[in-house]
């Protein structure tokens, strides 16, 4: 046989490879890539959180909008949480048309009053657990601004405004 070369590798010599030195600098780089992808997907998630509370706003460029308040209302609710009491106080505020706003006044200080305070005092006793829950109140808002108009017999009141909210369990 002849002699072989003497840079060519001999069977017997042992192979360099990259597998055993590259190993723990793969792992850290599949790592970084997983953290990376998971940070882009959370950040997908909750971006749209600020989009969603831009457009519950009423659009006040379009029209003027004003506010009229309403009354304050204190009541119980015996149905949000089965077998207690829920004392529940609040001021509430409706944002209408600039033009409407005298009229609105009119209404709720005068002819609707006892309506309009019968309609919201409703709203207030039917409301369950998850509408007193949520932090912004956007199904009770939303549900006192409906029993508004439905007195109004008009889409008058654009948004409904609860300040000084108390929910006290008994």
């Not at 001999?10 to 030195?21: I, M, Q, R, T, Y």
């Not at 940070?39 to 506010?67: I, M, N, Q, T």
């Not at 949000?80 to 209404?107: C, K, W, Y």
Request: glycine residues 6%; negative net charge; proline residues 5%.
């Amino acid at each position: 046989m002849a002699d072989a070369p003497a840079d060519a590798p001999s069977e017997d010599a042992p192979k360099k490879s990259g597998g055993k030195l590259g190993g723990p600098a793969k792992i850290a780089g599949l790592v970084l890539t997983v953290m990376l992808i998971e940070a882009g997907v959370l950040y997908v998630l909750l971006a749209p959180a600020e989009a969603v509370a831009v457009e519950e706003l009423p659009d006040a460029k379009s029209e003027e909008l004003a506010e009229v308040e309403v009354d304050a209302f204190s009541t119980t609710n015996a149905r949000a949480i089965p077998g207690r009491l829920v004392h529940l106080t609040f001021r509430l505020t409706a944002v209408v048309p600039q033009e409407r706003a005298d009229t609105m006044q009119d209404s709720v200080s005068g002819a609707y009053k006892a309506r309009i305070r019968q309609a919201v005092l409703e709203v207030a006793r039917a409301a369950d657990s998850d509408d007193l829950d949520d932090p912004r109140l956007r199904g009770f808002k939303t549900d006192l601004a409906d029993a508004v108009n439905t007195v109004m017999r008009e889409d008058v009141v654009r948004t409904a405004v609860v300040s000084e909210f108390k929910a006290l369990e008994q």
